[in-house]
């Protein structure tokens, strides 16, 4: 049974970081490409970034948003995925959920589709005051 476990979320002061983890069970993590998304108070969901299966050679992808402040890596032996927020913002407060699925999603723009992952975790809670 394919589960994910976000963890890591909290309050934290605008300028600060956080370091977001996505525990996988029933999969072999390297063979999924893994994304993270957020859900902002009253926004859509949309990506953040992503981690191409590390069948090939591991490619790694970043929003606007997120370019340059967030940095996502996976560690295999650990089943274990994450997300390292620095530089936070209020308006990266969200619920932040990883997601995976099997193989690599070949397109930039498909790295962010909600529609091209098959599992996903509940969701930890970020919250950035100013």
């Known amino acids: 049974q394919v589960q994910l476990v976000e963890s890591g979320g909290g309050l934290v002061q605008s300028g600060g970081s956080l370091m977001l983890c996505c525990a996988s069970?029933?999969?072999?993590?390297?063979?999924?490409?893994i994304g993270w998304f957020r859900q902002g108070p009253g926004k859509e969901r949309e990506g953040v970034s992503s981690?191409?299966?590390?069948?090939?050679?591991?490619?790694?992808y970043y929003t606007a948003s997120a370019e340059g402040r967030f940095t996502i890596s996976r560690d295999n032996a650990n089943n274990a995925t994450y997300l390292r927020m620095n530089s936070l913002k209020p308006e990266d407060t969200a619920l932040y959920y990883c997601?995976?699925?099997?193989?690599?999603?070949?397109?930039?723009?498909?790295?962010?589709?909600?529609?091209?992952?098959?599992?996903w975790g509940q969701g930890t809670q970020v919250t950035v005051s100013s």
């Open positions: 997601a995976a699925v099997l193989g690599d999603i070949y397109s930039r723009r498909g790295q962010f589709a909600a529609a091209a992952y098959d599992h």
């Open positions: 069970s029933g999969f072999i993590l390297h063979h999924y490409t």
């Open positions: 981690i191409s299966s590390s069948d090939s050679d591991v490619r790694t």
